[in-house]
């Protein structure tokens, strides 16, 4: 009937529209993973999920109003973007720049070790840097950052060819990266892609304030990984109601899965 359904088993129509997400990863890295986690966990052979379907299915169930709208996962090595229309997962794309290529980068020009550069990097953004140590991170950033634009504007751009870009944009990053992210994205190129609304992103930086309702601190000076909540109230759902037909957010049951889960 034109409806999106979350449980259409044994339902019947005459017409129907299925997304089919499909992720691969070479066997040798999945045995090392699974080895990795049998000895860390004494498990036997677990599944393993693609981060953009675990974050979609998350900010769809959360966010019922946004049908439509980006998320962008920036890890230590590639930055990861997809693509949510009509609250499915409908394409992804990936290019490999992330945390570390900034760290390897200033680490290289500067002819210091990574550590070395993370120190400074810390030091730069919080403003404690000397004057001649600022102008040349900013040099080495200013150039990182027309990198990482030109490839994310690149990957929009495949994304965008049969389909205007949505305005809103969720972004997974680590706390001492986000504002250095949100800045290149804000002052990236529009121009090979349009957008369905107004021309410019509507940015969401993903933190743990977003699923405050449903965490429990032990201490109060608890602090939560964005990345693993969104994929502990993930597991809850899939958990509780895999077909996602009574699923509901209600923070106090929530909260007392979600720790147990954590």
Not at 148 to 170: C, G, M, V, Y
């Amino acid at each position: 009937n034109g409806y999106a359904t979350h449980n259409p088993y044994k339902k019947t129509t005459t017409e129907i529209q299925v997304n089919i997400v499909l992720s691969a990863i070479p066997k040798a890295v999945h045995r090392e993973i699974q080895k990795v986690t049998n000895q860390l966990l004494q498990q036997g052979e677990g599944e393993h999920q693609s981060f953009a379907v675990v974050v979609s299915d998350v900010l769809s169930t959360m966010y019922t109003s946004l049908s439509d709208f980006i998320a962008l996962d920036i890890t230590s090595e590639i930055t990861d973007i997809t693509f949510i229309k009509n609250g499915a997962l409908t394409e992804n794309a990936s290019f490999p720049v992330g945390r570390h290529h900034l760290i390897r980068t200033l680490a290289e020009a500067l002819n210091t070790v990574p550590e070395e550069a993370q120190s400074l990097l810390t030091l730069y953004f919080s403003n404690e840097t000397s004057a001649d140590q600022t102008t040349k991170i900013k040099d080495v950033l200013d150039k990182t950052t027309a990198l990482w634009q030109d490839e994310f504007a690149h990957s929009l751009a495949k994304i965008a060819e049969h389909r205007a870009i949505p305005n809103t944009l969720f972004i997974t990053v680590d706390q001492f990266y986000k504002q250095w992210f949100v800045d290149a994205i804000k002052t990236c190129s529009h121009e090979p892609f349009s957008f369905s609304g107004k021309g410019s992103f509507s940015i969401v930086p993903i933190s743990p304030e977003h699923f405050e309702a449903f965490l429990k601190r032990d201490r109060k000076n608890t602090q939560f990984d964005p990345f693993l909540v969104v994929i502990r109230i993930w597991m809850v759902v899939d958990i509780c109601c895999p077909d996602n037909s009574v699923f509901q957010f209600d923070p106090s049951f929530y909260c007392r899965f979600i720790q147990l889960a954590m």
